[in-house]
């Protein structure tokens, strides 16, 4: 059986029609062959010296030359050539006003609609004619009256050429001005949403280290109070827990608070200080008890060094998501948090025992690294986090960090 072939689509041979008109352009069409109708029924003519003596071929450039203005717009480079031999047919008739004047009209709308290389040559080829009709009428007649005739050729040709390329350049100027601003435009609207995108992140980072804490400790002394069936143990579980998620929700409150005033006297509040990892390291100690933990605080810094407030802010954060992530999933032991100051930066380091761990757990994301990781490039720091040796066929987990101190760079960041 054989299939029928798939018919192509014929290549179309029908030519494009010719340009449509402008509605402006017949308007002027018709009101030049008017005008020049009207002259030509009371006998107004130029001159009198022609060579086509009949009344009615004068009619037949003015005809000539309206068509021309009706496709000024649509077809400019034709228009142009058209109208040419227009007015050099005219000047061997009697010679219509309104010809002259549609001519000029031809010559200026080529220069301002047609292509941007004819707009160039024109305004230099009528000018050359200007200068050579000029010159050549200098010889030939030898008296002032060739310089009356290439001035009125000027007029005629060169000035509406020029006066066409002034225009052109104008509108390319306000064409440009308002590309550049719709670029502008555009680029302030990239940088809002790149400075929303970013601001969401930055809200996402301080969300999940504000709450982390205190839901992790819920979540495993809830666990813990589930599995043993011991009042006491029960008690303490269920005091944890209240005293975790007052914590949690008044921090949470704090962060709405600051998202929906924008003034600067909340921002303070906002952002914690190394002066208060006391407090978070009793408050660590006190989640882990249960769990075997024992958190210790060593900062060996001196109390007079000064630190810009986006690291004081960072190694605050950094030290509190290391905290949850030991309370989650370190196995008993202690847990150290080392704060060291040297010339240039200041080091962060926690360490937490790594192994299996016997009682309960909280499952974890992932999101904690990747926000510390975040916040430590926002610095130019050092983020190392990973398992390392303790010297008795044991390992540890350590985070450890390297923050830049200098001034500049924190109040950049």
């Known amino acids: 059986m054989t299939l029928p072939r798939p018919e192509l689509p014929r290549p179309s041979l029908r030519r494009p029609a010719f340009p449509r008109p402008h509605r402006v352009d017949l308007l002027i069409a018709v009101s030049g062959l008017a005008g020049g109708l009207l002259l030509w029924a009371f006998g107004l003519y130029v001159t009198d010296d022609h060579v086509f003596g009949q009344r009615w071929a004068t009619l037949v450039p003015l005809t000539v030359m309206a068509a021309t203005e009706a496709l000024r717009r649509t077809a400019p480079r034709f228009a142009l050539v058209v109208a040419t031999l227009a007015i050099v047919g005219d000047q061997l008739t009697h010679g219509n006003l309104a010809t002259i004047l549609m001519f000029t009209d031809v010559v200026y709308a080529a220069v301002v609609y047609g292509t941007p290389a004819l707009a160039r040559r024109v305004p230099y080829t009528t000018g050359f004619i200007t200068v050579a009709t000029t010159g050549v009428l200098l010889v030939w007649w030898q008296n002032a009256i060739a310089l009356l005739v290439g001035a009125l050729t000027g007029m005629l040709s060169f000035l509406p050429a020029v006066t066409g390329s002034i225009v052109r350049n104008h509108r390319n100027a ?24 970013a601001e969401r992140a930055r809200m996402a980072r301080e969300l999940h280290d504000m709450v982390a804490n205190h839901l992790s400790a819920i979540a495993i002394h809830s666990t813990a109070a589930l599995s043993l069936d011991e009042p006491a143990t029960t008690r303490q579980a269920l005091t944890v827990i209240r005293e975790n998620s007052v914590a ?50 060593d900062d060996t810094r001196e109390p007079a060094g000064g630190l810009p407030a986006p690291v004081e802010l960072a190694a605050y954060r950094i030290v509190q998501e290391s905290l949850t992530n030991a309370l989650k999933h370190a196995a008993p032991g202690e847990v150290r948090v080392t704060l060291a100051q040297g010339p240039g930066s200041l080091s962060v380091t926690v360490s937490s025992p790594y192994g299996e761990r016997p009682g309960p757990t909280a499952p974890g994301s992932g999101a904690g690294l990747v926000g510390m990781r975040e916040r430590v490039a926002l610095l130019d720091g050092v983020f190392e986090a990973g398992p390392v040796p303790d010297g008795e066929s044991r390992k540890r987990w350590r985070v450890r960090v390297e923050l830049p101190v200098d001034r500049n760079d924190g109040e950049r960041a």
């Open 174 to 197: 306000a064409d440009a001005a308002r590309l550049r601003a719709e670029q502008t435009a555009l680029l302030a609207e990239m940088d809002r949403a790149q400075a929303v995108v």
């Open 248 to 297: 949690g929700l008044t921090e949470m409150r704090r962060l709405i608070g600051l998202l929906r005033d924008s003034g600067a006297e909340t921002e303070p509040a906002a952002a914690p200080t190394l002066a208060g990892l006391d407090a978070l390291v009793a408050q660590a100690g006190a989640n882990g008890g249960p769990a075997g933990l024992t958190v210790v605080l």
